[in-house]
């Protein structure tokens, strides 16, 4: 009997072990399926990830972490401040350009590559102990390289050679001065090299300024608006190049840099118009000169060269043109000439303006361009600044040539 109470214990004991087995895991399982909907309920619709704002009760909850470099509240607060309005309208600052007297004597160190063959050069082979034929011939090869010309050559040194046989001793400042005066005349120093800028009673002076692309017209045109700056005259300039909008912007950029307007029209159109346009605006506003940049071209494109002579014919219906400038560069030598005789058929070239001088052994060319065409070179270009052009002045040039006179002896 007591046997059987056992067992029956022992059984009651399995089936109470038995029951809670079973109402325990589905009391947790009812809990967990009724928690579901309750957290369904709080996500977005959509099954997008993206989180939400936090709630209330969240926010009391749970301390919020500081904002991260890309967080809202930085954007909110930009650390770069956009210029106001009036900033953005403001117009540039007006530039003074440098006065223009003494300029090429300022960058007479430009000058290097001439020097060394063209003024130097000469100087040390005619200082040798013996002008026999062999350094005569020296001279004459340095004169040629230097792109003086033939003609303008032969004369220099048939003069060099009659005059140190008259001079005798040949000290280093008498051959200085020597070659100084021969230098001299052959680059004319009677030529009129004044730029004629001066207004009218009833209309500004019209300079024109012609060239081949790739010259630095343009350029050139914006130093020259600083050099008559420089001298004391108001300036309008003339964007007549209409088949570049570089060419267009360039030139209202210069213009802006020393207060002087621009004329400018849409590309392509017809710049003879353009060019009437600006005189007619010069007249309006009264300034002393007007500067007209014309489409740079082939000199052997006959059409192009016949709506360039178009252009100075429209603006001439203002009054006569008083100055057109031919740009040249330097570093052509003596493909240039053919460049400069062309331009002279078409709109009568009263002056020369030599570009990149400074980078070039060939400063002869000056001598070659006014003695093949008679035109005076006026300007020269000796660098790549805003004020390195300078009215050209032969006593001057051939100073920086030759250097500092050496000691007399």
């Known amino acids: 009997m007591e046997y059987v109470l056992i067992a029956v214990g022992v059984v009651v004991i399995l089936a109470l072990i038995g029951v809670f087995g079973l109402v325990l895991p589905h009391n947790r399982r009812t809990r967990r399926e009724n928690a579901e909907p309750a957290e369904q309920a709080d996500r977005p619709a959509g099954g997008t990830t993206t989180a939400t704002a936090p709630s209330a009760e969240r926010g009391a909850a749970q301390p919020q972490a500081p904002p991260s470099a890309g967080s809202a509240e930085d954007t909110a607060a930009p650390t770069v401040e956009e210029p106001s309005a009036e900033e953005a309208v403001a117009p540039p600052a007006i530039e003074t350009p440098e006065p223009t007297a003494g300029r090429l004597a300022r960058l007479r160190g430009r000058l290097t590559k001439s020097q060394n063959l063209l003024g130097r050069g000469l100087l040390?082979?005619?200082?040798?102990?013996?002008?026999?034929?062999?350094?005569?011939?020296?001279?004459?090869?340095?004169?040629?390289?230097?792109?003086?010309?033939?003609?303008?050559?032969?004369?220099?040194?048939?003069?060099?050679?009659?005059?140190?046989?008259?001079?005798?001793?040949?000290?280093?400042?008498?051959?200085?001065?020597?070659?100084?005066?021969e230098l001299v005349t052959a680059l004319d120093p009677t030529l009129d090299r004044s730029l004629h800028t001066a207004p009218h009673d009833d209309r500004p002076a019209v300079m024109l300024v012609v060239g081949v692309n790739g010259s630095g017209k343009t350029t050139t045109c914006g130093k020259i608006a600083r050099v008559l700056v420089a001298d004391g005259r108001s300036v309008l300039l003339g964007a007549a190049d209409t088949f570049r909008a570089a060419a267009v912007d360039q030139l209202a950029t210069w213009g802006e840099r020393v207060g002087a307007e621009t004329v400018r029209a849409p590309e392509g159109r017809d710049p003879a118009s353009v060019a009437y346009?600006?005189?007619?605006?010069?007249?309006?506003?009264?300034?002393?000169?007007?500067?007209?940049?014309?489409?740079?071209?082939?000199?052997?494109?006959?059409?192009?060269?016949?709506?360039?002579?178009?252009?100075?014919?429209?603006?001439?219906?203002?009054?006569?043109?008083?100055?057109?400038?031919?740009?040249?560069?330097?570093?052509?030598?003596?493909?240039?000439?053919?460049?400069?005789?062309?331009?002279?058929?078409?709109?009568?070239?009263?002056?020369?303006?030599?570009?990149?001088?400074?980078?070039?052994?060939?400063?002869?060319?000056?001598?070659?361009?006014?003695?093949?065409?008679?035109?005076?070179?006026?300007?020269?270009?000796?660098?790549?600044?805003?004020?390195?052009?300078?009215?050209?002045?032969?006593?001057?040039?051939?100073?920086?040539?030759l250097g500092e006179p050496a000691g007399t002896s």
């Not at 010309?149 to 001065?177: D, F, P, Y």
């Open 124 to 181: 040390a082979l005619l200082s040798s102990d013996k002008l026999d034929a062999d350094t005569w011939e020296e001279i004459e090869d340095s004169l040629l390289t230097a792109d003086v010309g033939v003609e303008a050559t032969t004369q220099i040194v048939e003069r060099l050679r009659e005059r140190t046989k008259v001079l005798g001793t040949r000290s280093a400042s008498e051959l200085r001065s020597l070659l100084a005066e």
């Open 277 to 401: 346009d600006s005189v007619q605006r010069g007249i309006e506003t009264k300034v002393d000169t007007v500067l007209i940049d014309t489409a740079g071209r082939l000199q052997n494109k006959v059409g192009l060269m016949d709506e360039l002579g178009k252009v100075k014919r429209v603006v001439e219906r203002h009054g006569p043109v008083d100055e057109a400038l031919l740009v040249l560069d330097a570093t052509t030598g003596q493909n240039g000439l053919a460049q400069a005789e062309v331009f002279t058929q078409v709109v009568n070239v009263s002056g020369v303006v030599l570009t990149k001088l400074d980078g070039t052994a060939k400063g002869g060319i000056v001598i070659s361009v006014q003695r093949k065409l008679g035109i005076p070179v006026k300007l020269v270009g000796l660098g790549e600044g805003p004020d390195d052009m300078a009215p050209f002045d032969p006593r001057q040039f051939v100073d920086a040539l």
